[in-house]
């Protein structure tokens, strides 16, 4: 069945071992990030597999599906209070900024019979998730040490997401200094969680202060690639995720559009260059499945001019290939386009 998506099993599972090998020098542990792939628990198995003792996910669901997996799972949304029995259910730990749904999570833990554990976030500048009153973030610190069923376990932020804030030494310590404020509330030594693959780049320049203990990472694993500069990091693939489609029309056709062209729902009119004839494929797959901007034709003779919901129009003109309809042609996904590919029920995985 196309359009298929296969997934390299070796290949996540080399990029993790060179990822928790790099952050290990760094004296940096990895929670292993699975929202890209919707918690599938098979290629979350090259993570542990790797080496990666901790789990973490947006979505509830997500950390369902790796139930069987040995393994401490983090939740790494802040929560919905309507997801509080769920999330204490499969979560052993909680990244949290709102005092209501620390309550809700105390409650919900009591009902299970349970102790979660609770990451208070500190917004440093990104403008997302996580308190910039850090007077209050500790007064709900001292709330927490309080209750029952929900322990501080400590501190985290999260960078280079919302407004690409990126870390550096300044916000580090900002972040170490905030966790010695909480201290006193925690039952042991504060965890510091120091972000996503943005700040692997920092952990290279070792401008990591020595008590951020553990960094969240996904793209960086399964892309091989460190998010301040986007760099690729060295001994790593950087095709684990592969898209094949079937091509449903191949016709030669003018470049530029006639007719009367209109305008999309935000009023912005397409541009064109024109370029002749041209020969183009359609292939049955659109943005209901993959984003056009983050899809890379293996054939570098093949040119993704843009699609529609469900169609992917490419200029194969300068290919080598003999491409005709019933043929396929393959892509390497970046991240956008791979989270929205394993998101899509209309793509079938397969793990190779
Ligand atoms: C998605 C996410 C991450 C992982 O980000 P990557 O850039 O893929 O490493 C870490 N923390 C939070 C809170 C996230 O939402």
């Known amino acids: 069945m196309f359009p298929r998506l296969l997934i390299s099993s070796s290949k996540i599972m080399h990029n993790a071992s060179v990822l928790r090998d790099i952050c290990a020098q760094h004296d940096i542990r990895i929670t292993g990030i699975t929202k890209c792939f919707c918690g599938d628990p098979q290629i979350a198995r090259c993570f542990i597999e790797s080496g990666i003792t901790m789990l973490g996910d947006s979505r509830v669901q997500n950390l369902q599906r790796m139930t069987e997996l040995p393994a401490q799972k983090w939740l790494i949304r802040i929560p919905m209070i309507s997801e509080?029995?769920?999330?204490?259910?499969?979560?052993?730990?909680?990244?949290?900024?709102?005092?209501?749904?620390?309550?809700?999570?105390?409650?919900?833990?009591?009902?299970?019979?349970?102790?979660?554990?609770?990451?208070?976030m500190a917004d440093l500048g990104d403008i997302r998730e996580g308190y910039v009153d850090y007077d209050r973030l500790v007064d709900v610190a001292k709330g927490i040490a309080a209750k029952k069923h929900v322990e501080l376990y400590g501190i985290?932020?999260?960078?280079?997401?919302?407004?690409?804030?990126?870390?550096?030494?300044?916000?580090?310590?900002?972040?170490?200094?905030?966790?010695?404020?909480?201290?006193?509330?925690?039952?042991?030594?504060?965890?510091?969680?120091?972000?996503?693959?943005?700040?692997?780049?920092?952990?290279?320049?070792?401008?990591?202060?020595?008590?951020?203990?553990?960094?969240?990472?996904?793209?960086?694993?399964?892309?091989?690639?460190?998010?301040t500069g986007y760099t690729y990091l060295p001994n790593t693939f950087h095709d684990a995720f592969t898209l094949q489609a079937e091509i449903v029309e191949c016709k030669e056709k003018p470049s530029i559009p006639w007719g009367?062209?209109?305008?999309?729902?935000?009023?912005?009119?397409?541009?064109?260059?024109?370029?002749?004839?041209?020969?183009?494929?359609?292939?049955?797959?659109?943005?209901?499945?993959?984003?056009?901007?983050?899809?890379v034709p293996l054939d570098r003779g093949v040119q993704v001019l843009g699609a529609s919901g469900d169609h992917l129009v490419l200029d194969i003109t300068d290919s080598?290939?003999?491409?005709?309809?019933?043929?396929?042609?393959?892509?390497?996904?970046?991240?956008t386009s791979a989270l929205r590919a394993f998101t899509s029920p209309y793509i079938s995985k397969i793990i190779i």
């Open 84 to 120: 509080a029995t769920e999330a204490v259910q499969f979560a052993d730990v909680s990244l949290h900024s709102e005092s209501a749904t620390i309550d809700a999570f105390d409650r919900a833990a009591a009902i299970l019979g349970k102790k979660h554990k609770i990451i208070l």
């Open 156 to 227: 985290g932020t999260n960078l280079t997401c919302f407004s690409y804030v990126q870390p550096d030494s300044e916000k580090m310590a900002e972040l170490v200094w905030l966790a010695k404020r909480i201290a006193p509330y925690c039952e042991n030594e504060p965890i510091i969680s120091g972000g996503n693959s943005a700040t692997i780049q920092l952990m290279l320049d070792g401008k990591i202060p020595p008590e951020v203990q553990t960094l969240r990472l996904g793209e960086g694993i399964l892309f091989g690639r460190e998010r």
């Open 260 to 295: 009367r062209v209109g305008h999309n729902a935000k009023g912005v009119s397409p541009s064109f260059v024109d370029k002749g004839n041209r020969l183009k494929a359609i292939c049955a797959v659109g943005k209901q499945d993959i984003d056009p901007d983050y899809l």
């Open 320 to 335: 080598t290939q003999a491409y005709q309809v019933g043929g396929i042609i393959d892509f390497t996904l970046t991240y």
